[in-house]
């Protein structure tokens, strides 16, 4: 069952066609065609049909004139070759009736004569009938006249083609429109029902997958194509979760393989800072072995030795803090109290006992709490702090602040060390990309800060101009909320 739907799959998603308003266009231009076909087919049929019974009955009023003219034309009686040829033409729809005598003698005619009696001098040469048909849609039948057995002349006779046109009655053209929308409606429901609804679920599944949510599963019933590609979608999607849940735990992997480096390059400071504690606690230990102190020296003496411990206590409990997985969980933090406990990890560093760290404070009033996981961010912002020193190269000055936008608060780190050239700002976030000398670095602090900070829903990006500067943007509380309990909704 598909939990989510998207109308539109593209940005021309809206402007195109739907397949069922194609398939009724298609077959309203097909059935369009079919019938003016099939009444252009059934026209033209009824007048070759029509033409064919014209012929029939010119060369049955031939042949019966024929032996009607025979006797008088035997007797020479012309008077009633004429009479008769009058009486024929007034009777029938005749254009052109001509008689001739076997010396091809005009004898009688009623009509328009064309001068053209090639047919009669066939008809008497050949002393058969001859049938031809004239421009302008003229039949014309010439046959010999005979008489006894014997030759007697020859007659022509011409009437047009009526070319009878078609009257379809109004219940032709009812019926085929009947008809036609039948099957366009039968054509959109079985399409509707078998193809157009199993991509439409096809649709909705694809663009719940792109929204994120990978637990959509189609149906796999229906036709054979449609439930393959169903069971090839599931398999899809399943695929798609495992591969990002490895990628997911690689990735923690990752972040947590930086952290424990990073903390070895806070080891040395550490190891300095918890140093001069230690020192004192043997100091004052060995004091009060010695004995010879009254009861408000050594208590003096204890309270010392307690404040160190404690120092000690809380040096290893950040860094502990710091090096131990993060949980997935993410809760308000609170920025300017996180660049606090970040400067605390690596204030006993050697390389930031030259340096000016100065945290613009007036630039963090007034600005809200971010929703994110502490200690990744913390992860991010020591990351951030140990380059920045790196670059200034133990001399110089980094600076934090803080910077509101619309719907975002960024978080700046910048320092006054060298400038990154153009070529190295497009790989900066690479991983395995460094400029520092070999062994000095794994090239994977940035690539996995900027990885972080897009799984907490904002980016980490390098800012233009001088000095250097790195810019955590994170969306403020109400902002991640929102996406939160879309993702919630999701799952």
Known sequence: ???????????????????????????????????????????????????????????????????????????????????????????????????????????????????????????????QEVVQVRDLGRIEVAAPIYFDGQLRGALRVQMPLAGAAVD?????????????????????????????????????????????????????????????????????????????????????????????????????????????????????????????????????????????????????????????????LCDSVDLLSLVREALALVAPQQRFRELVVQVVESSFAGVPEVRANRQQLAQVLVNLLLNAADACAGAGEIRIAARRGKDRVSLLVSNDGPSITAADRLRIFDPFFTTKDPGQGTGLGLAISAAIVDGLGGALTLEDGEPTTFAVSLPIIATVVGHDARSERKS
Do not use: C
Request: hydrophobic share 45%; proline share 3%; aromatic share 4%.
């Open 168 to 328: 379809w009655p109004m219940v032709f053209w009812v019926l085929m429109a009947l008809d036609g929308l039948m099957l366009v409606v039968f054509v959109v429901l079985v399409s509707t029902r078998y193809v157009i609804r199993p991509l439409q679920r096809i649709q909705q599944a694809a663009s719940a997958v792109a929204g994120g949510d990978l637990q959509v599963k189609l149906s796999e019933s229906g036709a054979a194509e449609f439930a393959s590609l169903a069971d090839s979608f599931n398999k899809m999607a399943v695929s798609i979760q495992d591969q990002l849940d490895q990628i997911a735990r690689q990735q923690a992997t990752l972040i947590q393989s930086e952290k424990l480096a990073s903390v070895g390059r806070l080891a040395a400071g550490i190891a300095h800072e918890v140093g001069n504690p230690m020192q004192s606690i043997v100091g004052f230990t060995e004091l009060l072995l010695d004995g010879g102190l009254d009861d408000a020296e050594i208590k003096d003496a204890l309270e010392r030795m307690r404040a160190e411990a404690e120092r000690i206590h809380q040096t290893l409990r950040q860094l502990l803090d710091y090096s131990r997985p993060a949980d997935q």
């Open 1 to 127: 069952m598909v939990t989510s739907t998207t109308q539109q799959s593209g940005p021309h998603a809206g402007s195109l066609p739907g397949l069922r308003s194609q398939l009724i266009g298609g077959l309203a231009v097909i059935l369009l065609v079919a019938t003016v076909s099939v009444g252009v087919l059934t026209s033209w049929a009824v007048r070759l049909q029509s033409d064919r019974v014209q012929m029939s009955y010119v060369k049955t009023i031939g042949k019966a004139l024929a032996a009607v003219l025979g006797g008088p034309l035997a007797r020479a009686d012309h008077t009633s070759v004429v009479r008769s040829v009058a009486h024929l033409s007034a009777d029938a729809p005749f254009s052109l009736v001509e008689v001739v005598d076997e010396q091809f003698r005009r004898v009688a005619s009623r009509g328009s004569l064309d001068g053209r009696g090639d047919g009669l001098r066939r008809a008497l040469r050949t002393e």
